[in-house]
């Protein structure tokens, strides 16, 4: 779902950020950029939340931030390592096929089906289009908060 963002801020200190900005090394870009992507993102993590199934919690607890490795990026998942338990996050957003197994003496166990158009399929999605424009809004005036905060931070007046 990666879609092509043209984000324009506006600000009076614009270019000496901009400028700053550029001679920053690779890793302190990223961590700048991770910074503001995260703050963005709040709106949409809570949106995903809310609608979210609510069977046990699990799926609805797990849903949050990813930062990828080597990379400016973060990914909105549903987390499944340390202690998250939302490995099912895909079987809930797209459904599955008509589940059974067969036991030793030949019954078979229907063991049931996840519905993709009932209301919990697609919870996902729903929750990304729905504040789209929002984060698009929020990213521009956290990358220059954050940009701020580091060149203050460290000094590089």
């Excluded at 799926?59 to 202690?83: D, H, M, P, Q």
Aim: proline residues 2%.
């Amino acid at each position: 779902m990666s879609k092509g963002v043209n984000i324009e801020i506006t600000a009076p200190d614009m270019l000496r950020l901009e400028k700053m900005f550029q001679k920053l090394e690779y890793n302190d870009q990223r961590s700048v950029l991770i910074s503001a992507f995260r703050k963005a993102t709040r709106p949409t993590v809570d949106a995903v939340r809310s609608n979210a199934p609510r069977k046990t919690g699990n799926l609805k607890r797990s849903i949050g931030i990813l930062t990828a490795r080597n990379e400016i990026a973060v990914i909105l998942a549903a987390r499944r390592n340390s202690g998250f338990k939302g490995w099912h996050g895909h079987l809930v957003e797209f459904g599955t096929r008509e589940r059974s197994y067969t036991t030793k003496k030949g019954n078979v166990h229907r063991t049931g089906r996840m519905d993709y158009a009932k209301s919990y399929g697609g919870f996902f999605t729903r929750g990304v289009d729905s504040t789209s424009s929002e984060v698009q809004n929020i990213l521009a005036d956290e990358w220059y908060k954050s940009t701020d905060r580091f060149i203050r931070k460290h000094g590089l007046r």
